[in-house]
């Protein structure tokens, strides 16, 4: 068999038994409170503000919030009918989704903060680091409070605890 016949079953350049290196990842910041502070000011409608406190207190991902319904909401009486007629059952609805069922798009909930120095994702991933250096950076607690991949919540624990050891080799002023 020739590398010519066959392209994709040419050889390694990695030897067999030798393991292939990791990748490393860049040690994750804090957002800086006026970057938050912008992304705060930009959302002017309920609908914004709903969202960006969804994902700077609850830590929610895009396609969690876009799947949110009433039903995963302990609201009192939790009424879905209005004039005998089921209405969208999701919270956050726009002029395409509020006569259907269905739910407002992942682009729709993120469009506000795009472009802003805390993008939604970043807002997320900042709640993350605030809960991992409040707690102290137990990959666990993070995998477990957030329903982090074991990997994911590692990198969280590991990049705290880099900010924690740069900020005691830090002279003290």
Excluded: C
């Excluded at 795009?114 to 950076?137: F, I, M, S, W």
């Amino acid at each position: 068999m020739s590398s010519r016949e066959y392209p994709w079953a040419r050889l390694s350049p990695q030897p067999l038994g030798q393991e292939v290196p990791q990748y490393e990842y860049a040690v994750l910041q804090p957002l800086v409170p006026v970057q938050v502070d912008r992304s705060v000011a930009v959302a002017a409608t309920p609908a914004t503000r709903l969202i960006l406190t969804l994902v700077a207190v609850h830590a929610a991902r895009v396609a969690q919030i876009a799947t949110l319904t009433l039903n995963d909401t302990d609201l009192g009486n939790r009424r879905r009918t209005i004039a005998g007629r089921v209405r969208n059952l999701h919270p956050l609805i726009n002029n395409q989704t509020a006569n259907t069922t269905g739910r407002a798009g992942n682009h729709w909930i993120s469009a506000a903060m795009r472009g802003q120095d805390a993008p939604l994702e970043r807002l997320r991933v900042d709640r993350q680091l605030e809960e991992a250096l409040a707690k102290g950076p137990d990959p666990l607690h993070l995998a477990e409070d957030f329903g982090l991949d074991e990997k994911t919540a590692m990198r969280y624990a590991d990049s705290v605890r880099a900010q924690l050891l740069q900020a005691a080799e830090q002279p003290s002023q």
